[in-house]
């Protein structure tokens, strides 16, 4: 660890030290008591620390915090900061609850053990009052290890744990410097935080969902996933062992064919599919942060309207920093083994011929198909109309450039591009871009195009000039 890391986070677990009216325990599974040796090694440790304890055996964490299926799991972290909360409290609150935030820091974590290729995670969570007396709250955090070192990963556990106690504390008033600092001292190509979340006492008026996309904003985690019932998850949870259809975009406005056409891909799909991995499978809409910005920043009021109008029809909502499609391909064969349906048009298809995408990727173009294809993924390709033409362009009678012609013909044969059948003339007619005009014209028609659930973030357009897709 460099010297400006070592002091900034020796600095953080100081100031913590000094404010006396914060006083905490510390229960730390998996690693080393990692996070509380920080305020051991600085000053005035007793101001902070009422407890620290590391319950490795599996009997003994179970007497402790009760039985749980998996040891590394948001279901043990919650039964961690129930007991050692309630136990501080219950303990200490009479002697000095009037004038103390009192707060539990837990983790439980898989860190890299001998012959051990990984992965490696660990759910960390603070259970801490905003002013003494007050009923608690919590902030949840996930986090992915992708440094294959124990002593890497124990030392970036602490200086993570110390962070997330500071920002709490310090720091929860101000969205992007709280998510920003959760990573100080760290480097995001060895550690990621996919899951941050406030719950509780005080936060009932907080959308989790925009801390989940300032972490993607932030380049802290390369995806968030936000469940149909609108709160943030773990992609891994989420995705495991389970066959996806996924289909990208901006959704902005979302229209009809987008959901005509991944219901027409859908159909498709779950025709290869046995009936046990029909009823696990999952429809996925992947927005790249590419498609959220509005000039230069992010217009936070659009995206939770694009969000609650997926959330109404139904759908699992995939937020990306991925403008590649093998990127995209990567991140889902992290978390399930079963087949994967990427759904695009044909415009999308064109796009994956340019040399744009790879001027930075050895191998060029032909790398980067050949890792679109990981595992059990295809592309499902829905047709379009040439309005100069009149030409019905599917995947079939798709002209790729010249030069990439008996690739194409290769991944259409051996079924890897497959071809969905669907046509519904008038609304292949209209673009989402022409959608979009019709919108910012305050031409009605529009209406007919867009379903009614999306209509309030539709409107948005109308003093934007954004580009859908």
């Known amino acids: 660890m460099n010297t400006k890391a070592l002091a900034d986070t020796q600095e953080k677990a100081f100031q913590l030290n000094m404010d006396k009216s914060i006083y905490g325990a510390f229960a730390e599974i ?31 964490s179970d007497t402790l915090y009760g039985p749980v299926k998996r040891y590394v799991s948001e279901e043990r972290l919650r039964q961690m900061l129930d007991y050692e909360f309630s136990q501080l409290v219950n303990r200490l609150g009479t002697k000095r609850g009037k004038n103390t935030c009192f707060f539990a820091f837990c983790n439980t974590v898989k860190v890299k053990g001998y012959m051990d290729n990984g992965p490696w995670n660990g759910w960390i969570g603070v259970r801490f009052q905003l002013r003494p007396e007050a009923p608690p709250s919590d902030f949840i955090v996930h986090v992915r290890l992708k440094e294959p070192s124990h002593e890497r990963q124990m030392s970036d556990l602490g200086i993570l744990g110390v962070n997330i106690l500071h920002a709490v504390f310090y720091k929860r008033d101000r969205l992007r410097e709280f998510i920003e600092s959760l990573a100080d001292n760290l480097d995001p190509k060895r550690i990621e935080i996919d899951v941050v979340r406030f719950e509780g006492h005080g936060f009932s008026m907080v959308d989790n969902r925009l801390f989940a996309l300032q972490l993607v904003e932030s380049g802290l985690s390369e995806a968030t996933i936000f469940l149909p019932d609108g709160s943030v998850a773990q992609a891994a949870d989420v995705l495991y062992k389970r066959p996806v259809v996924l289909m990208r975009g901006s ?49 936070h009021l659009d995206f939770l309207d694009r969000m609650d109008c997926l959330k109404t029809l139904g759908k699992t909502v995939l937020v990306t920093n991925m403008a590649r499609f093998h990127s995209i391909s990567t991140l889902l ?37 050949g890792h679109i294809f990981l595992n059990k993924t295809k592309l499902y390709v829905t047709p379009w109309i040439n309005r100069s033409s009149g030409e019905f362009v599917t995947a079939s009678n798709f002209r790729p450039p010249s030069s990439y012609k008996y690739l194409y013909q290769h991944l259409l044969e051996n079924g890897l591009i497959v071809d969905v059948p669907y046509f519904n003339e008038k609304l292949l007619l209209q673009t989402p871009r022409d959608i979009q005009k019709m919108i910012a014209d305050n031409n009605p028609a529009w209406k007919e195009y867009v379903p009614r659930e999306a209509y309030r973030a539709a409107l948005h357009l109308r003093s934007h000039h954004h580009q859908p897709s």
């Not at 620290?52 to 003994?60: E, R």
């Not at 229209?255 to 696990?280: A, P």
């Open 251 to 299: 959704f902005s406005p979302l229209c009809n064919i987008h959901l005509e056409m991944l219901d027409s891909v859908r159909k498709t799909f779950c025709s290869t599919l046995t009936d046990t991995q029909r009823e696990r499978g999952i429809d996925i809409c992947e927005i790249s942060m590419s498609n959220l910005l509005r000039g230069d920043s992010i217009d």
């Open 30 to 60: 998996g690693a080393g008591q990692e996070t509380a040796n920080w305020f051991f090694r600085s000053s005035g440790a007793a101001g902070t620390v009422a407890k620290t304890i590391s319950a490795y055996d599996m009997t003994v």
């Open 333 to 369: 064969n992290q978390y399930t083994t079963e087949p994967v349906a990427i759904a695009l048009s044909i415009g999308l298809l064109n796009e994956l011929f340019k040399e744009k995408w790879v001027v930075d990727t050895p191998g060029g173009i032909l790398s980067t198909i």
